[in-house]
Nanobody, 121 residues
Framework: QVQLVESGGGLVQPGGSLRLSCAASGTIFSISNMGWYRQAPGKQREVVASITDFGITNYADSVKGRFTISRDNAKNTVYLQMNSVKPEDTGVYYC???????????????WGQGTRVTVSS
């Protein structure tokens, strides 16, 4: 099994910055794609950014130029640097990872429990 634990959420003023972290632990053979999603109050969960094991990134249009996703493969950790945040960035942020516990196992998607981000003055 693989566990994902997010951290770094909190209250931030509009225009400010925040850095989220998500560490994977457990029996891990390899991790391919990792990503960040968010869910605003009353809305569906949406993708924010993703990164492959080779470092190829993809962003939602709403965060391009403001957010940066990165990962440390040695630490099985993915980060989300959030700059110039806006009130509409408020929500619960979840990380996910496609991981496998053995070389012969298929990749399985795992989710963290979420960390809340509130952008408000």
């Amino acid at each position: 099994q693989v566990q994902l634990v997010e951290s770094g959420g909190g209250l931030v003023q509009p225009g400010g910055s925040l850095r989220l972290s998500c560490a994977a632990s457990g029996t891990i053979f390899s991790i391919s794609n990792m990503g960040w999603y968010r869910q605003a109050p009353g809305k569906q969960r949406e993708v924010v950014a993703s990164i492959t094991d080779f470092g190829i990134t993809n962003y939602a249009d709403s965060v391009k130029g403001r957010f940066t996703i990165s990962r440390d493969n040695a630490k099985n950790t993915v980060y989300l640097q959030m700059n110039s945040v806006k009130p509409e960035d408020t929500g619960v942020y979840y990380c996910n990872a496609f991981a496998r516990s053995r070389g012969t196992s298929p990749y399985t998607i795992y989710w963290g429990q979420g960390t809340r981000v509130t952008v408000s003055s």
